[in-house]
């Protein structure tokens, strides 16, 4: 029996003091200093070093906002002067997509490559939009055999890259045709292309590197290929810039390349094949009310994969009403499925990927595998301030950032992720990745249920605009 596969992680503790959500403020002038103080019974030892902590170049401020808020010492205080107050830095964090929770918890991970558990519930808001919309059937959970990344049983969380025959044909016990060139990933994540603003220092090579550790596939700017600034090896992707059939002979040893759309893609993998008829050609499109539509045009042209790409937040690329990537998701599935060609394209979905749960619920929707870039960033400390767009300078100094430094962090986020993916697989019941394409009948959506549950009493829901 082959080995399973196994992401080791190893604690990368963080460069920065990370930002903090609450803090405790000591009003000391009223203090007694009681010999039994509450701060030396702290269960996360932030007061046990006091006086040695305030005196390092941290700052005080910075120190107290590491509070883990079990309020013990607020409580217990006799004096009644230690009070809990909120961090403002920690609200600056991120965006409304990627929420300052979200990036905490990606620290977290790629501290110490452990899946986060809070211990006190799930505080938030019952649904949101997009993959907050989706919960997936854990009713497995139960079984003694399904108890994830604990359990008995093997859970696969591989799937497949490339293009697969609907069909076999035998003649004399043997296939009458050669099987399509396909490639096999541990893990349904491979790693985008890292948007330029963040392509410094070792930013790009730690994620090449990291890619190739655990076994996954990276986008890399076929300019930079070209340039020789990274050689072709196995785990790189190159992204060319020009849909042209002249295609530079640097890129025919890659098993895989991807090239944007265009009227003439086929010309150009016709270009591509030619050279090397075992690579696989992937072909990059935005996402857009056409996403469907064209994609089943590609399909049936012997496209072999196709790249979706979303914006930073999950929604489709255009001005108006942009769908978020379930909805673009889930009919680009249903119209492959009903055309009787699914298995024939493999569908990359990228943008909007912020945590391990949001692989599981793209892929139920009907991507075969995701590719992430904010997340690989977030793992080596980033903020999402965006000072380096304004040409300012980082706050944790990301281009200063050690190569095998970043590698182990990024190691340890995805390390992470896939626990977490075998943990979710496992409670739902399902042991191949490969099966979960799709497989909405394992998942809840808000629409649905409110739907179901409220419509015959209050009617349909209705949107901003008066629609239903």
């Known amino acids: 029996m082959p080995e399973k596969f196994h992401i080791h992680t190893y604690p990368a503790p963080p460069r920065f003091r990370p930002v903090g959500k609450m803090g405790i403020v000591d009003w000391r002038e009223d203090c007694s200093s009681c010999h039994n103080c509450v701060k030396r019974a702290c269960v996360y030892d932030f007061y046990r070093d006091e006086a040695e902590t305030l005196h390092e170049d941290v700052g005080y401020l910075d120190y107290i906002y590491q509070c883990k808020g079990c309020l013990s010492c607020v409580q217990d205080c006799t004096k009644g002067i230690l009070t809990r107050v909120a961090n403002p830095e920690y609200d600056r ?38 993959f907050d919309s989706i919960w997936t059937d854990m009713s497995e959970i139960v079984r003694p055999t399904r108890d994830g990344i604990h359990g008995r049983e093997y859970i696969n969380t591989s799937v497949d890259v490339g293009r697969k025959y609907d069909h076999l044909v035998f003649e004399d016990g043997k296939l009458s045709s050669d099987p399509y060139p396909l490639l096999e990933v541990p893990i349904p994540v491979m790693f985008d292309v890292i948007p330029e603003i963040w392509d ?7 994620v090449v590197r990291a890619a190739d550790k ?40 890659a098993r895989m390349v991807m090239v944007p759309d265009s009227k003439d893609i086929i010309s150009v993998q ?23 539509r064209r994609i089943k045009e ?11 790409v979303f914006d930073a937040h999950g929604r489709e ?36 990927i912020a945590l391990a749960e949001h692989v599981v619920k793209a892929v139920i929707c009907g991507a075969d595998l995701v590719a992430i870039d904010i997340p690989l960033l977030i793992a080596l400390e980033c903020r999402l301030c965006h000072e380096c767009a304004h040409d300012r300078l980082c706050p944790v100094e990301l281009d200063m950032i050690d190569r095998d430094y ?3 962090r990024i190691v340890n986020l995805i390390g992470a992720w896939h626990q977490q993916l075998i943990e979710m697989l496992g409670a739902m ?15 809840m959506f808000f629409e649905d249920l409110e739907r179901d549950t409220f419509s015959r009493l209050f009617g349909e829901r209705k949107d901003q605009d008066g629609a239903h």
């Open 93 to 130: 964090l991120g965006d409304e997509y990627f929420t300052p929770q979200i990036i905490t918890t990606t620290w977290f991970q790629a501290d110490t490559g452990r899946i986060p558990v809070s211990g006190a519930g799930y505080g938030g808001q019952f649904s949101g939009p997009g």
């Open 200 to 206: 410094r220092g070792q930013v790009v090579p730690a």
């Open 214 to 253: 655990i076994g996954t596939f990276s986008v890399i700017r076929g300019k930079d290929i070209a340039a020789g600034i990274y050689a072709v090896q196995n785990n790189i992707v190159p992204l060319l810039d020009a849909s042209v059939p002249d295609v530079d002979e640097v890129f025919t040893a």
């Open 270 to 292: 016709a270009a591509l094949k030619a050279k090397n008829a075992d690579q696989i050609v992937a072909v990059r499109i935005s996402a857009s009310p056409e996403s469907a």
């Open 298 to 308: 590609l399909a049936a042209r012997d496209i072999e994969v196709v790249h979706l």
């Open 317 to 352: 690329r255009v001005s108006s009403n942009p769908r978020h990537a379930r909805d673009v998701l889930r009919e680009i599935h249903g119209a492959l499925v009903k055309e009787g060609i699914r298995d024939q394209i493999t569908i990359i979905a990228s943008g909007g």
């Open 406 to 408: 970043a590698v182990n």
């Open 429 to 443: 019941g399902i042991r191949e990745a490969r099966r979960l394409r799709g497989e909405t009948g394992r998942s």
